[in-house]
């Protein structure tokens, strides 16, 4: 079983940054694929960002250029550095990981999610 807690979300005004953690419980943590998914009411859960065990990452259109995804595997944790924050990334945060293999996502888990707010 894995466990991801999220810390880090809180309110900031347009153009400031915030910096998510996720901290990872289980031995498995090394060969998953980290991201970091949002939902804002009203609208489905997308990716934000994905980095991958080799540290190849991925992210949203949305984002590029803005946020940096990162982990470290020694510490179990993957971060999600988001600068020049707009109200529109306004939603819930969650981190994820799963295995993947044979084109299918294996052991899927889902952090508790944490709320980011951008308003002045």
């Known amino acids: 079983q894995v466990q991801l807690v999220e810390s880090g979300g809180g309110l900031v005004q347009p153009g400031g940054s915030l910096r998510l953690s996720c901290g990872a419980s289980g031995s498995i943590f090394r060969l998953d694929v980290m991201g970091w998914y949002r939902q804002a009411p009203g609208k489905q859960r997308e990716l934000v960002a994905s980095i991958t065990s080799g540290g190849t990452t991925n992210y949203a259109d949305s984002v590029k250029g803005r946020f940096t995804i990162s982990r470290d595997n020694a510490k179990n944790t993957v971060y999600l550095q988001m600068n020049s924050l707009k109200p529109e990334d306004t939603a819930i945060y969650y981190c994820?990981?799963?295995?993947?293999?044979?084109?299918?996502?294996?052991?899927?888990?889902w952090g508790q999610g944490t709320q980011v707010t951008v308003s002045s």
């Open positions: 994820n990981s799963y295995y993947p293999s044979g084109g299918l996502r294996w052991n899927d888990y």
